[in-house]
């Protein structure tokens, strides 16, 4: 009893420094509706939550058609939902997942870094950070059932998560792709690859900007389990319930021994890191190629 107490108050300034500053902006979620058992569901426009009380678990679906891109409104409405379960003592794990056929997230939403003024792109960046800092730092089991393509920003929201689940479909692929776009991959999108796959492995994947088909994938380490598609859920459902098995404290203050000097680079050099990506993406050059690339993705279909 007195260890458990112990670990809370560890636990708690362990992770205090991290919740200070990292609350979401209030957004345009709808109202919660009373379940019949006391938990709530939450809804919001871009995001389902299906709760599992009796399991401490939700499942979050992303629903941003046409492909889930991280818009600032779909951002916010992430984690708005995130902190609401994180608050929420029934819940101890999350399954993030997209409720868009064969895309799982198309990535960092490209329009919010084209054509519009810095202070824009200065807001969008901290959206961006807040998504990765809220889910990488999470004290809930987080476990992505990754049922489709997931390239760059995708790629990185499930390289937040605890344990990836990829569904075995030739047309799904995930990696961090920005150099194929003509930008970098900012220092905390490299670290999480690093921290995943290994130096290495990482260096040739991002310099090639490679977006890694299931079976290489897994043989890479970018996911941990391939599966037929339609095992992606159940799978992340029975990995879940052996995450959830471990005692919760010594569990959550191990996840971040592990990523707290990841995490801290980013928090110590946050101001710089919007200001490099300002002067980056406001360059000429940098707007030409994105411009560029969209059009290209628009004319796909034409
Ligand atoms: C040393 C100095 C270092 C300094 C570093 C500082 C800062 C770093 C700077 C920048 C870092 C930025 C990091 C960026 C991360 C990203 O995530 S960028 C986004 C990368 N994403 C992609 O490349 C995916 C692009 N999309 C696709 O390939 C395809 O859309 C698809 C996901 C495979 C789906 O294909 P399909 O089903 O055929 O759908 P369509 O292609 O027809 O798309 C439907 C509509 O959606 C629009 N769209 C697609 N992706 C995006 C997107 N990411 N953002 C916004 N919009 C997107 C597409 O244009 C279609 O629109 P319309 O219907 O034609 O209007």
Known sequence: MALAVGMRVLTRALLRPWARGLRAAPGRTGPAAGGGDGVRCFRSPRVLVEPDPAAGVAVVKMRNPPVNSLSLEFLTELLISLEKLENDKTFHGIIITSDCPGIFSAGLDLTEMCGRDPEHYAEYWKAVQEMWLRFYLSNLVV????????????????????????????????????????????????????????????????????????????????????????????????????????????????????????????????????????????????????????????????
């Not at 990185?156 to 961090?176: E, F």
């Not at 290994?198 to 991002?206: F, I, K, T, Y």
């Not at 079976?215 to 996911?223: C, I, Q, S, T």
């Not at 101001?271 to 707007?287: G, L, M, T, Y």
């Open 143 to 302: 476990i992505a059932a990754i049922n489709g393509i997931s390239p760059a920003g995708g790629c990185l929201l499930s390289l937040t998560c605890d344990y990836r689940v990829l569904a075995n479909n030739p047309k799904y692929a995930i990696g961090l792709n920005e150099t194929l776009l003509g930008i970098v991959a900012p220092f905390w999108f490299k670290d999480t690859l690093v921290n995943t796959i290994g130096h290495r492995s990482a260096e040739r994947a991002l310099q090639l900007g490679l977006l890694f088909p299931p079976a290489e994938a897994l043989r890479v380490g970018v996911v941990d389990q391939v599966v037929p598609e339609d095992q992606v859920q159940s799978t992340a459902r029975s990995v879940m319930a052996q995450w959830l098995d471990i005692p919760d404290h010594a569990r959550q203050l191990t996840k971040i021994l592990m990523r707290k000097p990841t995490a801290d680079r980013l928090l110590t050099e946050r101001d710089a890191d919007i200001e490099n990506f300002v002067r980056f993406i406001c360059k000429d050059s940098i707007q030409k190629s994105l411009h560029a690339y969209l059009e290209k993705l628009k004319q796909k279909k034409g």
